[in-house]
């Protein structure tokens, strides 16, 4: 007998009309109802209607549990309060604009019982426009640390072995509430395939584009903002390499430490995305610098 529990974990923000239309939705779909799984909704102590919204919801329909929060934690707080509040054996992390697909949802707890070893962490398929937006996904496959990006960089769908990420929050501390940390899921996602903890493809669909509201967080696409993503993963990665190389695990620092490289290329890149769209002017003067910068590192090698 399959005894696995999942819940659904939904942090939510000032959006009581797209998070009631989401858990709607997954009671029509009959989600609330399947076995072993119950959906929580914890709201950032909104100023809307929101909370009121969500508790007429729960009180009419089964398994689904809703919070709210004392004062507001912001996102990547209250990310890992949904974390902390489970009591189930996985949370697949949703978003509070997106719409739950009953299918894999369904499918979930027998494809991780069929797993070879009780995962980590699962990155499903993710759709956008019927295209598959998560790199290699033709089927079940262990995830490889140069695989990080892909695996990760989309929240929602994503699904956590609850015991393994409460340990992972505790052991990353303050570096997963720091404010320039807009991705708090990859640093868990780094953190276990650091350390060769089991993460798998599973090739379900779990989340899907729904209302696609803009994020809400301040700096988020901005110059400014992409260029402190870049310090905060550049030291982020550092450390947790550092700490695998000052327990001994010197392979996996070595492997950690080529990830750290190839994620400064590929998130340099992304500060000149953002600058050609948010100040094209500047465009050729980052050009000019990234190519200085590249040719000082290859004469210095």
Known sequence: MNDITITIGIPTYNRADTIADVL??????????????????????????????LLSISEKHQNIHV?????????????????????????????????????????????IAALPHPPALISSVFYKDGAVERGQDDGVRRIELPEFRNCCAHLPGIVLNTAQAKQGCDVLGPMLFDP???????????????????????????????????????????????????????????AVAAALQKEGQQEKFDLAMRQLESEKHALFNLIGFGIRNERPEFASYFLAGALEFANSNKNTQ
Request: with cysteine.
């Open 180 to 238: 320039d940390n807009y991705y708090p899921q990859c640093c868990l996602a780094f953190l276990f395939l650091s350390y060769r903890l089991p993460c798998f493809y599973l090739p379900l669909e779990l989340s899907r584009t729904g209302w696609d509201r803009e994020s809400g967080i301040a700096r988020y696409a901005t110059v400014e903002g992409r260029w402190k993503q870049y310090q905060f993963f550049v030291s982020f990665m550092g």
């Open 24 to 53: 709607n939705r997954a009671v029509a779909d009959g989600i609330n109802l399947m076995p072993g799984i119950d959906i929580l909704v914890i709201d950032d102590d909104s100023p809307d209607d929101t909370y009121s919204r």
């Open 67 to 111: 919070l709210k929060n004392d004062q507001r934690l912001g996102f990547q707080g209250n990310f890992v309060n949904v974390i902390r509040t489970c009591r189930s054996d996985y949370v697949v992390i949703s978003a509070d604009d997106d719409f739950l697909v009953g299918d894999g949802i369904g499918r979930l707890r027998n494809a």
